[in-house]
């Protein structure tokens, strides 16, 4: 019997077809399962989506903004008046 090696194996047109078929054919199987398994994901994600844009659609198209009852402001101990919390977060820009 001849001493084969993995690098120097050689192999006969017959088995490289029938490895190719059998790679093929698996691959086609994973392919399969793996759709199968994505499936639910997809469908509840499309259901959301769906709620999502119908929720959205029942937004009324104008929103009522109503002015504050009181405005309010805040003196300091000395006597000047404190920044509101707008003018504390807005910079002033030359």
Known sequence: M???SARGRSLAPPQVVSMLVVFLALSGVGGVLSAGFATPFVG????LTKASAELFEELPSDFNVQQP????TLYAADGQ????????TASWCP
């Open 81 to 88: 008046r404190s920044p509101s919390s707008t003018q504390r």
């Open 44 to 47: 509840v994600t499309a259901a």
């Open 69 to 72: 009852s009181q405005i309010s």
């Open 2 to 4: 001849a001493k084969s």
